[in-house]
C-alpha cells in the first residue's frame, strides 16, 4: 500500500511489471465485475477467463473434500472454503449481473448484433426464451385485447417509426473512473476529441460513458 | 445473495466495498506453524511464529478470531502520520494521500483487531476527524461541479461511493441541458422512467 513516497517514473515502471506478472484471475474476475456493474451497457463476456475460474474453483471444492476426508486440521480447511466462498461470489455476482442488463435491455440485445455477439453461448440462449415467453405474457394478458393497431410489442402503435417500445441502455451516463496509464486523444474517439483530450494515470475522473468506451474496451481503463 | 446489492444495477453496497478493501495486504505476526497456502487467488505462507508476514485482510481477520495472530497497523495509521494527515485536510483544500480504501480498512482493524493498536481511542477519533472534514470537503466540492469531466485527486472508495449516484446524475443533467440534445418538451414527461428510447431524430437549437 504506497503511501505516495518514491520517485515517480520508476514507481510507475515496477507498477507496470508487477501487475504483468502479477494479475490473478482473481484479480481479472474483480476487475471484470466491477467494470460490468458500473457500466450502462452489457459488455464482452469473458469467456477464457470464466471457463478458468470455473476449473480454478472445481479443483478448490476437490481439494477441499480431500482435506475433509483426510481429516486436515479444520483451520486449514475453513480457510481454503473461504478463499472458495470468495471466489465463487465473484463469479456468480458478474453472472447476476449481465443477467441482470440482459433482461432490463431484452428485446434490445436482440435486435442489435453487436450486443448479441457480447453474449456468451448460454445467455443468447436465454435472452431468446425470455423474449419467447414474455412476448407470449404480454400478448396473451394485455396486448390481444387492445385495438388493432396498437398490438405490437416493439411499437407503440403501427404509425410508430421505429420500435419506440424498447429501453435502450442510456451511454449518457456518468460513471467514475481510473485511467492505468496516460491516455491521449489518439485513444479516444475523434468525434469527441472536443469534450476529453487527455486522461492522466490514477486520477479519477467523473466521466461520460461513451467518450471512454474506446479505451475501456481496450483495457486501458478501469471503471471504480 | 450475490449481486442483490441495490436495486439499481450499478451501484456498489457498502459490504461489496468492503469485500474489495478485504483483498488489500497487511502484515500479521502469526503465533502459530502452518504450511503454505495455496488459495486461488495466490499463495500464501508458510507461517512460523513471531515471523511476520503479509496476508489480504479477508485471511487477517479469519485468523486473528480464531486468535491465531496479531496483525500489525499499517505505517500510515501511526498517530504521527495521522495527526499530520489531519492537519493537513484542515489546512488545504486538496485532499491528503490516504490509501484508497483506509475508511474500511481502519473500521475492520477497529473492529477485529482492538489490542493490536496502541492508543486506540486516539486513532480512532483522529480517523473519524478526518473522515468528516474529508466528507465536508467533498460537499463544498460538489457546489463547483460543472457540465464536463470532473478529476479528483485521493478520494477513497467509501467516499467515492456515497457520492457516485447523486453526482452521476447531476453531471448527467448538465450534460444534457448543455448540449440539449433531446427535444425539451418529450423530455419532460418522459424523465420520469429510466430508460428513455433515446432515437428520436435530433434537433438543433439556436446556439445561445
Known sequence: ?224 | MAGQSDSHLSLFSPEEVEFMAEDELVEIVPNLRMDSLNFICGDYGPFYPQIATQVPFWLAVALKKRGKCTIRPPQWMSIENLTQVLEGERDSHAFQPLPFHYVEISRLLFDHAREDIPDIYMVRSLVEDIRDVRFHKVETNLEKFTASTVTWKNMSAMEVNIIRAFSGRALQAFYKHENEQVMPDTDRTQDRQPQIPTIRPKRNLKPR
Not at chain 1, 126 to 134: G, H, P, V, Y
Not at chain 1, 144 to 166: A, G
Request: aromatic fraction near 8%; hydrophobic fraction near 35%.
Open chain 1, 1 to 224: 500500500m504506497a503511501t505516495g513516497s518514491g520517485e515517480e517514473s520508476t514507481s510507475a515502471i515496477m507498477d507496470d511489471y508487477e501487475t504483468l506478472i502479477s494479475t490473478t484471475d482473481v484479480e481479472l474476475l474483480k476487475r471484470a465485475w466491477r467494470n460490468e456493474k458500473a457500466a450502462p451497457e452489457i459488455l464482452q463476456y469473458e469467456s477464457s477467463l470464466v471457463q478458468r475460474i470455473k476449473e480454478q474453483i472445481e479443483l478448490a471444492e476437490q481439494n477441499v473434500e480431500m482435506f475433509e476426508a483426510d481429516s486436515i486440521d479444520p483451520l486449514t480447511v475453513s480457510l481454503y472454503q473461504m478463499d472458495l466462498d470468495r471466489t465463487q461470489f465473484l463469479l456468480r455476482s458478474y453472472l447476476r449481473v449481465r443477467l441482470q442488463k440482459i433482461e432490463e435491455y431484452l428485446f434490445h440485445i436482440l435486435k442489435t448484433d453487436e450486443y448479441l455477439n457480447r453474449l456468451s453461448k448460454q445467455e443468447q440462449m436465454f435472452a431468446r426464451r425470455c423474449t419467447d415467453d414474455l412476448g407470449n405474457h404480454l400478448d396473451e394478458t394485455v396486448l390481444s385485447k387492445l385495438p388493432d393497431n396498437y398490438q405490437s410489442i416493439l411499437k407503440q402503435s403501427i404509425t410508430s417509426e421505429e420500435d419506440d417500445m424498447v429501453p435502450v441502455p442510456r451511454l449518457d451516463t456518468f460513471i467514475i473512473c481510473k485511467a492505468k496509464q496516460y491516455l491521449s486523444s489518439i485513444d479516444f474517439e475523434p468525434e469527441y476529441s472536443t469534450e476529453i483530450t487527455e486522461m492522466e494515470r490514477d486520477l479519477l475522473t467523473f466521466v461520460c460513458y461513451k467518450f471512454i468506451k474506446r479505451p475501456l474496451e481496450k483495457g486501458k481503463i478501469d471503471l471504480v
